[in-house]
């Protein structure tokens, strides 16, 4: 798997908990990112990261923040999570500069009651 | 938002037939068209990839075609195997963001 694991691999919470998932790469690849995938809408972007402390949003950010303090580490928190946000979540790393190449972790199943 | 779709939700094929899969796309500025393969229960895995001034690449059994006149992209699965059986997706790399197909499910009928 390309050196990527994400935790927790399943998790159960309520509605309006604080809930955050890591990804931890062993590649010291620039580039992660993180993504929902959910049934008729494939994999949408969350957030990614090009850099330590660097972020920027993708086209489902609502609800959702991260933070990149380290190049192994980007973490993907729901300040307040909703039924909405009971998705499969994945996170993915992208080779050098020039490798458009994803790298894909396991995916973490997340279920908000 | 961009938007990549495709044309069929499933697909199924008989085992060592040709598979094509097909995918249209929006955006004209992708630098990189992607191919990805999910099985169940894990994460989408790199198949192949064109950049956007190719019409065709070849990989190990696989060929993937780009039409940007009709912003249209395919994977071509040549002789079948059960262990193709799969969601693939097409994706467009925009250089920082990917934006992905909602999957064609591949069953490779024995």
């Known amino acids: 798997d390309a050196g990527i694991t994400q935790s927790p691999r399943h998790k159960v919470t309520e509605t309006g908990t604080p809930v955050t998932l890591r990804c931890h790469q062993t590649e010291n690849h620039r580039y992660m990112y993180w993504y929902r995938q959910d049934p008729g809408h494939g994999l949408r972007l969350i957030h990614y990261s090009y850099g330590v402390k660097d972020t920027d949003k993708g086209e489902v950010s609502d609800g959702y923040s991260v933070s990149r303090s380290k190049t192994e580490d980007f973490l993907l928190t729901l300040e307040s999570a909703t039924s909405s946000q009971t998705s499969v979540y994945f996170c993915?790393?992208?080779?050098?500069?020039?490798?458009?190449?994803?790298?894909f972790g396991p995916g973490t199943r997340l279920t908000v009651l | 938002g961009e938007s990549v779709g495709l044309h069929l939700p499933t697909l199924s094929v008989q085992e060592g037939d040709n598979s094509i899969i097909n995918c249209a796309y929006s955006?004209?500025?992708?630098?990189?068209f992607i191919w990805y393969k999910q099985e169940s229960g894990k994460g989408p895995q790199f198949i192949i990839d064109i950049r956007s001034n190719m019409d065709k690449r070849q990989g190990q059994r696989v060929t993937v075609l780009l039409n940007k006149t009709v912003k249209h992209l395919s994977l071509q699965i040549a002789a079948t195997q059960p262990g193709d059986s799969a969601v693939y997706f097409c994706?467009?790399?925009?250089?920082?963001?990917?934006?992905f197909g909602t999957g064609t499910s591949l069953t490779v009928i024995p």
């Open positions: 955006n004209s500025a992708s630098d990189y």
């Open positions: 994706a467009e790399d925009t250089g920082n963001q990917f934006y």
């Open positions: 993915a790393i992208k080779g050098p500069s020039g490798d458009n190449e994803q790298f």
